[in-house]
């Protein structure tokens, strides 16, 4: 019976660790995910300057259809002169003009202005994208290695998987039964390795006498607290 229970503890160490890939397994998409939403964030930067030069631009373009519209009064107004027959308007109409005129200056420095704004938002971006291509390559990398690591832990899933199988095929019936039965019970820890007088999975005190026949008796013994199979290494305290 010790011998069947030390299989057995080994069929534990195997779900353990089974246990435990699927958990990575589970938990590195979740790593890769945040890794590369914190990479796209730092793209936003890039998004917004561009669209803060795509707006520059149409304001530009506005300005400058500001100023042709300014100028086709402006040859209206030229046109009217030519047919004037009184001093008085032709005054009229050439401070309309002056007015009109002074609009188009007023309208062009607006344009430089835009034009100056341009060039410092295309400093700003191109600092900004060489800036992200380096973070993005950092990112990228560990994305990368992530990417290594799940596919690493796949592989071992299932090599460990055919071992688990194999395992089982060396577990005496009886007990695997009762493993089976115990394992959705309590979460997939059946089997309690006590190295103390504690168990090895509630951390309960175990009383004495189970302490005496864990030593001495081939019966499975039950912790008390937990409802765990016991097991004590008798074999490797010895070679100590």
């Known amino acids: 019976m010790k011998e069947g229970l030390d299989i057995l503890y080994a069929l534990q160490q195997k779900d353990d660790q089974l246990k435990e890939i699927g958990g990575l397994i589970q938990e590195i998409p979740l790593q890769i995910k945040a890794l590369e939403d914190e990479r796209d964030s730092r793209s936003g930067m890039i998004e917004k300057a561009k669209k803060k030069l795509q707006n520059n631009i149409e304001e530009r373009k ?3 259809r500001e100023i042709a519209a ?7 107004y030229k046109e009217q002169m030519k047919k004037v027959t009184t001093n ?5 109409i050439s401070n309309e003009i002056k007015f009109e005129e002074a609009n188009i200056t007023g309208v062009e420095e607006k344009i430089i ?7 410092e938002i295309m400093a700003v971006i191109r ?3 060489c800036e992200f291509n380096k973070i993005a390559a950092e990112y990228n990398q560990k994305i990368k290695e992530l990417h290594d690591y799940l596919d690493y832990h796949k592989t071992k899933l299932d090599e460990e998987t055919k071992n688990k199988k194999e395992l089982r095929t060396k577990v005496a019936a009886n007990l695997l039964k009762a493993y089976d039965n115990l394992f959705v019970k309590k979460a997939g820890k059946v089997v309690s390795f006590v190295q103390t007088d504690f168990c090895g999975v509630c951390n309960i005190k175990i009383r004495p006498q189970v ?20 097991f004590k290494n008798i074999a490797g305290e010895n070679e100590e």
């Open 62 to 64: 506005k300005l400058e």
């Open 88 to 92: 008085k308007e032709y005054q009229g």
């Open 70 to 76: 300014i100028k086709e009064k402006i040859s209206k």
């Open 211 to 230: 302490l005496s026949e864990l030593v001495l008796s081939n019966d499975v013994l039950i912790c008390e607290s937990c409802g765990r199979i016991l």
């Open 113 to 119: 202005e835009k034009m100056v704004e341009a060039d």
């Open 127 to 129: 600092d900004t994208e």
